[in-house]
C-alpha cells in the first residue's frame, strides 16, 4: 500500500536558519502531495501542494518539489521565524476513486530566538 | 465561525463507557473523515463517509463506530473506551478537490 516516510524530529534551528525536512513516499499511479502544518493545540493546515511531477508548490516562504524520479517531497524555508515552529506533515492523496490520503508520522520544529 | 467544529475539546472517562465524539462542518462538503492522532504515528484513518450512505471503514476501525447523520454531522463512537484509546481525535472534509479541512480536535483520555 501507500507510505509516507518523513525525517523524524525534533529539529531545533535558530531564527533565520535554513530549514529542510524530507520527505519520501511509496505509492502506486501519479499521487498528489501535500505539506500540512500543525501549530499547538489546532488542527492541521494546508500548507503547501502539488499534483503532479515537477510541480513546486510554495506558501508563506516554504517550498517543495514533486520529484517523481527520487519520489521525494521535500520542504524547504530560506530563513526559519520563531512563528514556524510547529509540526509538518509530508502526506499523498491516491488516484484512485476514493483519494485516500496517506500521513507521514509528523515533524516537530522548533525554532529559538 | 470554524467551518469545522468538533465536540468536546476534551473528554476524560473511564474504561468501558460508551463515548461519542460529534463533527459538523458548514463547508457543504460531501466527504467527512475521522482520524485519530498519536505521538510517534502521524495520523490514522478510522472511518471516511463520502455521503449520507457512503461510510467506510479505514486503517484502524476496530472498537470505533460511526454514523453520518446528515451531510454537515458525523460522530464518532467508541462502544466500550480502553486506556488505548487514549488520542487526539481529528474529524475532516473534503470536497471534490484535493485538500482537507480539519476541525480543532478532541482529546480523549480514557482512564
Known amino acids: 500500500g501507500d507510505s509516507v516516510t518523513q525525517m523524524e524530529g525534533p529539529v531545533t534551528l535558530s531564527e533565520e536558519a535554513f530549514l529542510t525536512i524530507n520527505c519520501t513516499y511509496t505509492a502506486t499511479g501519479y499521487p498528489s502531495l501535500f505539506w500540512y502544518v500543525q501549530y499547538p493545540g489546532e488542527g492541521l493546515q494546508l500548507l503547501l501542494k502539488?499534483?503532479?511531477?515537477?510541480d513546486k508548490g510554495s506558501n508563506k516562504g516554504f517550498e517543495a518539489t514533486y520529484r517523481k524520479e527520487t519520489t521525494s517531497f521535500h520542504l524547504e524555508k530560506g530563513s526559519v521565524q520563531v512563528s514556524d515552529s510547529a509540526v509538518y506533515f509530508c502526506a499523498l492523496s491516491d488516484s484512485g476513486g476514493y483519494q485516500k490520503v496517506t500521513f507521514g508520522t509528523g515533524t516537530k520544529l522548533q525554532v529559538i530566538p | 465561525d470554524a467551518d469545522v467544529t468538533q465536540t468536546p475539546r476534551n473528554r476524560i472517562t473511564k474504561t468501558g463507557k460508551r463515548i461519542m465524539l460529534e463533527c459538523s462542518q458548514t463547508k457543504g462538503h460531501d466527504r467527512m473523515y475521522w482520524y485519530r492522532q498519536d505521538p510517534g504515528l502521524g495520523l490514522r484513518l478510522i472511518y471516511y463517509s463520502f455521503d449520507v450512505k457512503d461510510i467506510n471503514k479505514g486503517e484502524i476501525s476496530d472498537g470505533y463506530s460511526v454514523s453520518r447523520q446528515a451531510q454537515a454531522k458525523f460522530s464518532l463512537s467508541l462502544e466500550s473506551a480502553i486506556p488505548n484509546q487514549t488520542a487526539l481525535y481529528f474529524c475532516a472534509t473534503r470536497d471534490g478537490g484535493t485538500e482537507q479541512f480539519f476541525g480543532p480536535g478532541t482529546r480523549l483520555t480514557v482512564l
Open positions: 502539488a499534483t503532479k511531477a515537477d
